[in-house]
């Protein structure tokens, strides 16, 4: 029983300092809005960066993504592989129509 009491410990404590990551990334984009006075391009990858950031903190804890590696990885190159494809068969029909066949 004093196992179990341990790990739920230790998810409780993942859980808390993953929310206040949350917070404090939070804090840093509205600080950097507000404070940073940069280029509108600067800024929104200075934002960009960040809610990726965050949105990798909440689908790896939250969403207890960061136990299925394999499935991830699987579904990532699956992703690439299509992203591909998608960029080569437009690039192939246009060439194709110039060169008449």
Same mark, same amino acid.
């Given at each position: 029983?004093?196992?179990?009491?341990?790990?739920?410990?230790?998810?409780?404590?993942?859980? %808390?300092?993953?929310?206040?990551? &949350? #917070?404090?990334?939070? *804090?840093?984009?509205?600080?950097?809005?507000? /404070?940073?006075? =940069?280029?509108?391009?600067?800024?929104?990858?200075?934002?960009?960066?960040?809610?990726?950031?965050?949105?990798?903190?909440?689908?790896?804890?939250?969403?207890? %993504?960061?136990?299925?590696?394999? &499935? #991830?990885?699987?579904? *990532?190159?699956?992703?690439?592989?299509?992203? /591909?494809?998608? =960029?080569?068969?437009?690039?192939?029909?246009?060439?194709?129509?110039?060169?008449?066949?």
């Amino acid at each position: 029983m004093s196992n179990h009491a341990e790990e739920m410990d230790r998810h409780i404590r993942t859980y %808390l300092l993953v929310f206040g990551s &949350l #917070i404090v990334l939070t *804090l840093i984009t509205v600080a950097s809005s507000q /404070f940073l006075h =940069l280029p509108i391009g600067p800024h929104i990858a200075v934002a960009l960066i960040i809610a990726t950031i965050k949105a990798t903190l909440v689908a790896c804890f939250f969403m207890h %993504l960061i136990s299925e590696r394999k &499935l #991830i990885m699987a579904v *990532l190159g699956l992703t690439v592989f299509f992203f /591909f494809v998608l =960029l080569l068969v437009p690039a192939m029909t246009a060439l194709s129509h110039e060169t008449g066949h």
